[in-house]
T-cell receptor, first 111, second 115 residues
């Protein structure tokens, strides 16, 4: 079983739409969670950290549900520039702080 | 502030050859990580340095891979001899934990193609 599972998509949405991605993780002891954004042929870049019950940053909201072991990312008022792959990432809590990645969800925002 | 840099950006080598990848972390970051993404798969952890010491190398695929971080600054990852399945994008990341925050910053990656 994978440490982190995501729906690969693709999600194709019109500009201005609201879109949500979900991600599940297998290790119930995990404490730290992130959403990274990766543009085509670029490195992953940190979008948001999710440490407790959730974060909001402008049009982006991340939620954590520990009981169900999933996190979500909500993007409101989608922009063309939001088109990218969104990676769900969980930290290994064994002490080494290595990241476990999902395969990513591809989003395309259409004009 | 300069970000994580990696060299080369691309490398094409033949099976059996040797390749060395380099990563320069963000200045002052003690933690340095290597990750790899092979086509169609998720990014996977290879190993983790704290300064010059290997903290965890459980993700290294086999003994054809050798990572070093002499002096605790830049790191190299050598593949010798390279095999076809080593093709992929190799990312380096660095972090400096602050008050329990473990955000890692990634370099642009080295795209390795073994033919």
């Amino acid at each position: 079983r994978k440490e982190v599972e995501q729906d690969p998509g693709p999600f194709n949405v019109p500009e201005g739409a609201t879109v949500a991605f979900n991600c599940t993780y297998s290790n119930s002891a995990s404490q730290s969670f992130f959403w990274y954004r990766q543009d085509c042929r670029k490195e992953p870049k940190l979008l948001m950290s999710v440490y407790s019950s959730g974060n909001e940053d402008g049009r982006f909201t991340a939620q954590l549900n520990r009981a169900s072991q999933y996190i979500s990312l909500l993007i409101r008022d989608s922009k063309l520039s939001d088109s990218a792959t969104y990676l769900c990432v969980v930290i290994d809590q064994t002490g080494a702080n290595n990241l476990f990645f999902g395969t990513g969800t591809r989003l395309t925002v259409i004009p | 502030e300069a970000g994580v840099t990696q060299f080369p950006s691309h490398s094409v080598i033949e099976k059996g050859q040797t390749v060395t990848l380099r990563c320069d972390p963000i200045s002052g970051h003690d933690n340095l990580y290597w990750y790899r993404r092979v086509m169609g798969k998720e990014i996977k952890f290879l190993l983790h340095f704290v300064k010059e010491s290997k903290q965890d190398e459980s993700g290294m695929p086999n003994n054809r891979f050798l990572a070093e971080r002499t002096g605790g600054t830049y790191s190299t990852l050598k593949v010798q001899p390279a095999e076809l399945e080593d093709s992929g994008v190799y990312f380096c990341a660095s972090s400096q934990p602050l008050a329990g925050v473990y955000e890692q910053y990634f370099g642009p990656g080295t795209r390795l193609t073994v033919t």
